[in-house]
Each structure stands twice: as structure tokens, then as C-alpha cells.
């Protein structure tokens, strides 16, 4: 959990390897944003830059894949041999095992009246030309399972900020009803867990069981990353058992988008695709489902 500006952040050694780390990751498109604005993916790229940039001999990486989208995934698993060499450091790493769950049988809920809506909205963070979101329209309603979806840096983070109130748009209006829980990425961004030295792994168990189902609207980023495939079907089975309940869930993984009812897909803060999840599923070509 860095805060800082990017640039300052991989500079400890020298602008020399910052510039170089920026080039290396992909990071020059927000090399002067500060990482409070960043994506959940984005931020872990910068720690992998942060970590490099003291020049180490070794590095171990617990879980580097968390938050990012399939393609930055698989491109940062290529990059790591890469890395071991123009760096001359040894790098080791673990990860939780995922592997594609049984899809459950679900029955289509009833579609009830709007929680949240967005009307012409359009909103930037301080010192950046480009919008981070730009939405005409889109209403959010109880009895619907959301998948938010999209590259790192697409606007999910973004866009659940102004559904959440904790960010308000430069332009246009965001209207919110009922009571309802954030439930963030990172677990350490949620009230304090029971227990010490518990794994990330342990730590998302315990904040996703706490979960009362109580409100009428649920938002959650990340939830599955880290998990098992047994607490990963726990969380789908959770939210199949919540038909009435408004869930808006930012996720790259195909296993909880194939048990949502509908699909909201970001490309560079704008909407691409705004539908059924099945068509979606039945027209995309990055995201793996067999």
C-alpha cells in the first residue's frame, strides 16, 4: 500500500532507473499520477516498480498477479525472466492455484426500481487532460449482479468511487438510494480483522464472511483475487443467494462474470458494452470461458 506520486516513488535510486522501470512495466502513462488515483492492477505494478527500483539482488513476490487483467497478467509472467536479467535479480514469487470453478445453475431474478444513477457524467483527477469516466447514462437497480469489467486504469475503480460518493463528478450527476457496503480490494482498506499474521488469502475469508447481506446494494472490487477455488465458489454460491439484492462487482475473473446477470464493460473510462452478461459472454474474445 504505497502513497506518493509515481514518479517519486520509483526514483529512490535515480530518475536513470525510474525512467528505465516506467519503460519496462508500462508505467509512463501515469508516471506523475499519484497512486491514490490508480487501479487496484495498476498500483501493484508500481510496487513491483518500487520494490526494483532499490536495485536488489533478489525479490520475493507474494501473490503479483492479484489485480491484474488477463492480458497485463500474462504479459508481467513473460516479463519476469526478463527482469532477472537486465537487473541481475533473482526473482521468486507464489500464487494461490485458480482454476475454473462448476458454473451453478441460476434462475433470472426480478429486475426492481433504480438504487444509483449516473446522468452525463464526466470526471478527471487534478492535473490530468484525459477523463478518467465519461458515462451519458446508466442506472443501477436491485435484483442485478453487475460485472464491471475492463483493462487496468479503464475506470471501474473510478466509477465505484462516484457510485460510493467518495468522489464527487467534475460534471453531471450521480443519484444514490438505500444503504449499502464497499468492500474493497485490498483487505487492509477494511475495518480491522481478528487475528494476526493471517495471510491475504485469510484476510479476504474473513472480511467477505463478515458480510451480513443486510443492505439493499453491495459493491465489491476484487473479491476472488487471492481466493481458493473453494472460498471462490463460497463467494458465487453468496451472491446466486441474494436475488433481491443490488451487487456491482469490479472483477477480471471469467467465474464470478459468467454467474452475473449483466455486463458493463470500460474502455479508457468509456462504455463499450452495457448488456446481458450471456451476449457478452457470446461476443468476447479476450475473456477465456472454456
Given at each position: 500500500?504505497?502513497h ?65 487483467d ?22 521468486t ?8 470453478v ?37 442506472s ?6 453487475v ?54 488469502a485469510e ?11 443486510s ?37 477480471h ?25 450471456a ?12
Amino acid at each position: 500500500m504505497l502513497h506518493g506520486r509515481v514518479r517519486d516513488l520509483l526514483s529512490t535510486t535515480s530518475l536513470f532507473v525510474a525512467g528505465e522501470l516506467a519503460t519496462l512495466l508500462g508505467l509512463e502513462a501515469f508516471f506523475d499520477r499519484e497512486t491514490s488515483e490508480l487501479s487496484s492492477g495498476e498500483q501493484q505494478l508500481v510496487s513491483l516498480g518500487y520494490t526494483l527500483a532499490s536495485l536488489p539482488k533478489s525479490i520475493f513476490l507474494a501473490e503479483p498477479f492479484l489485480f491484474l487483467d488477463q492480458t497485463r497478467k500474462s504479459r508481467l509472467q513473460s516479463l519476469l525472466a526478463e527482469i532477472e536479467q537486465r537487473f541481475t535479480c533473482h526473482v521468486t514469487y507464489s500464487v494461490t492455484p485458480q482454476h475454473r470453478v462448476q458454473r451453478t445453475a441460476f434462475q433470472e431474478t426480478s429486475i426492481g426500481p433504480v438504487i444509483d444513477e449516473m446522468i452525463r457524467v464526466e470526471h478527471r483527477y487534478p492535473l490530468q487532460a484525459k477523463y478518467a469516466l465519461a458515462v451519458s447514462q446508466i442506472s443501477f437497480r436491485s435484483g442485478e449482479r453487475v460485472a464491471l469489467i475492463g483493462a487496468n486504469g479503464s475506470g471501474k475503480s473510478t466509477l465505484l468511487r462516484l457510485l460510493l460518493g467518495v468522489d464527487r463528478p467534475l460534471y453531471g450527476k450521480v443519484k444514490r438510494t438505500g444503504d449499502k457496503r464497499y468492500i474493497p480490494a485490498h483487505p487492509a482498506l477494511a475495518p480491522a480483522l481478528a487475528g494476526e499474521n493471517l495471510t491475504f488469502a485469510e484476510q479476504k475469508q474473513q472480511v467477505l464472511a463478515r458480510i451480513s447481506w443486510s443492505k439493499d446494494a453491495y459493491y465489491f472490487d476484487e473479491p476472488t483475487a487471492g481466493l481458493s477455488n473453494q472460498h471462490r465458489t463460497v463467494f458465487i454460491d453468496a451472491l446466486l443467494a441474494q436475488p433481491q439484492k443490488l451487487i456491482v462487482i469490479a472483477t477480471h475473473d471469467p467465474d464470478v462474470i459468467v454467474h452475473a446477470t449483466r455486463v458493463i464493460y470500460l474502455v479508457q473510462g468509456e462504455v463499450a458494452y452495457d448488456g446481458p452478461a450471456a451476449a457478452f459472454i457470446e461476443q468476447s474474445r479476450v475473456y477465456e470461458w472454456n
